[in-house]
């Protein structure tokens, strides 16, 4: 059971890449503003986890699936409506039960299958491990007002949790001007960045050894983080981005992965993200939408 269930995990893996890689190129395209380009991990991290997809004429693996993949029906009510399974490594005569086309395949992807699943459990369990331990670390931070906290743990501002989330920002914080960071850290709360960036590190996890799946992540990771700030300063004037962003300029970076944090990574593009800022309008915003929706659609479901 664990090798078949490790042998899709693969041909997951292999889609979800070449999916990856596109997103890459798309959110190069200066014209789609970070804030809408970043729903585009949406197509990985569903190609990553969920192994069924609708079938659909017009998806990129239709064109794909003519060279190298191939799609395997597992329920077809009929009705132009099917669900399938891609099958990049085409290495079984059937499928359920599944039964490969050299014996010597089942005892391979049945130790595949175990080192995966050890290795990713071991990931998880680390994760697991640094969230508890970086939540216990800021239990005694002091409140400030509302969800806000000072701590002397913490070395950069950013919001602890995902059920109840707050602000913990540094002791030497107190008599600071705190508006752009409560606002940038409040628009992570609006946004639930945080559930995003657990799922994110879940995701890398289950495809551990795929090296593309980290680098995603870390991109990934990234872009909210522009989307965030692209979010944060709607509104302000230029001489507000500004100052916004010589607040971003004086925060250190977090020392925990699993928070969103104000200061750090990638500051000088993030800085010049600000600095460029345009707003969109209501016509904009709403042509992009479209956009992303048909690359999403045609992106995530397989060939029909």
Avoid at 4 to 12: A, D, L, P, T
Avoid at 122 to 147: F, G, M, P, Q, S
């Amino acid at each position: 059971m664990i090798g078949q269930i490790c042998y899709w995990i693969f041909n997951m893996s292999i889609v979800a890449s070449f999916m990856g890689l596109i997103v890459l190129a798309l959110r190069k395209i200066r014209l789609i503003p970070h804030r809408v380009s970043v729903f585009l991990w949406l197509i990985p991290f569903f190609r990553m986890t969920i192994p069924l997809g609708l079938n659909n004429p017009y998806s990129l693996m239709s064109l794909i699936s003519r060279f190298t993949t191939k799609t395997v029906t597992v329920y077809d009510p009929g009705y132009d409506i099917a669900l399938s399974a891609t099958n990049t490594l085409m290495a079984a005569d059937s499928y359920f039960p599944m039964t490969y086309k050299i014996d010597i395949l089942r005892p391979v992807f049945a130790v595949a299958g175990t080192v995966w699943i050890t290795i990713a459990l071991a990931i998880l369990i680390a994760l697991t491990v640094i969230y508890i331990t970086t939540k216990r670390e800021i239990k005694d931070a002091e409140n400030l007002k509302d969800n806000i906290c000072l701590s002397s743990k913490v070395t950069s501002p950013a919001v602890y949790g995902i059920i109840r989330p707050g602000i913990v920002l540094p002791s030497s914080y107190k008599d600071k001007e705190l508006e752009y960071i409560v606002r940038h850290e409040k628009t992570h709360i609006r946004r639930l960045d945080n559930l995003w960036r657990i799922l994110g590190f879940i995701t890398a996890a289950i495809h551990w050894f795929n090296p593309l799946s980290w680098i995603f992540l870390k991109i990934f990771l990234t872009d909210l983080e522009l989307a965030c700030d692209e979010m944060a300063v709607a509104g302000y004037d230029a001489q507000e981005r500004k100052e916004y962003a010589r607040t971003l300029l004086s925060c250190s970076e977090s020392k925990s992965m699993l928070v969103s944090a104000f200061g750090g990574a990638k500051v000088r593009t993030r800085i010049e993200n600000v600095l460029s800022y345009k707003r969109m309008t209501w016509f904009a915003a709403a042509g992009f939408t479209v956009l992303i929706v048909i690359i999403i659609y045609t992106l995530i479901t397989n060939a029909g």
